[in-house]
């Protein structure tokens, strides 16, 4: 399957402040991407998916203002979470598909928003 | 919308003793059933994709099976290593989207 490979794998905020996360397909040119939210206990949930060289498509409820999405190559896209607050905190995961309809998940990021 | 209800919630066994996880879902149009495993602080690993009723897959202890309404994930002689969480997911429609479970999560002690 896929490569995926995430960046950072943690971090740590202050409140107000922005966070870039990098989701790269190793092996793989992804025209797609996907970008999911996992809280404790919970199963993730599709934040947007990502298309090379157009805008994001936003799942209903999630601010797009307040979750940037580029996808600028084919192998890398990045979600920017703007003024981040304490409710923002979790672990956010990327993927891509391949074959098919199989899709291969990046090792996630948590971030914790102080 | 669609939907998927994974049971039991938490399961545990000893080694060596089988058991099923249970996939219930509703779904408009299915493209394919997935199974991943997700070990904590950990993106969920690729196990199996179903596509059809009566497909049937297997990978080591793992078997899944599949009908028009839910999906098992058969466990056979489960090693304290098979510990982790199941998660299930349904595709449907014309994109590449994936509705995810709140997963089962296993335990296998020694």
């Known amino acids: 399957g896929a490569v995926v490979s995430q960046h950072p794998s943690w971090v740590i905020c202050k409140s107000g402040t922005s966070v870039k996360i990098e989701c790269r397909s190793l092996d793989f040119q992804a025209t797609t991407m996907f970008w999911y939210r996992q809280f404790p206990k919970q199963s993730l949930m599709l934040m947007a998916t990502?298309?090379?060289?157009?805008?994001?498509?936003?799942e209903q409820g999630v601010e797009k203002d307040k979750f940037l999405i580029n996808h600028a190559s084919l192998t890398l896209s990045t979600l920017t979470v703007t003024s981040a607050h304490p409710e923002d905190s979790s672990f956010y995961i990327c993927?891509?598909?391949?074959?098919?309809?199989?899709?291969?998940f990046g090792p996630g990021t948590r971030l914790t928003v102080l | 919308e669609d939907q998927v209800t994974q049971s039991p919630e938490a399961l545990r066994l000893q080694e060596g003793e089988s058991s099923s996880l249970n996939c219930s879902y509703t779904?408009?149009?299915?493209?394919?059933l997935f199974w991943y495993r997700q070990d904590p602080g950990k993106g969920p690993e690729f196990l199996f994709t179903?596509?059809?009723a009566g497909e049937e897959k297997e990978k080591e202890r793992l078997k899944a099976t599949l009908t028009k309404k839910e999906s098992f994930l058969h466990i056979t002689a489960p090693k304290p290593e098979d510990s982790a969480t199941y998660l299930c997911?349904?595709?449907?429609?014309?994109?590449?989207?994936?509705?995810f479970g709140k997963g089962t999560l296993l335990t296998v002690n020694p």
């Open positions: 179903l596509y059809s």
């Open positions: 990502s298309n090379e060289g157009s805008k994001a498509t936003y």
């Open positions: 997911a349904v595709q449907g429609g014309s994109n590449y989207k994936l509705t």
């Open positions: 993927s891509t598909g391949q074959r098919d309809n199989e899709q291969f």
């Open positions: 779904v408009s149009g299915l493209r394919g």
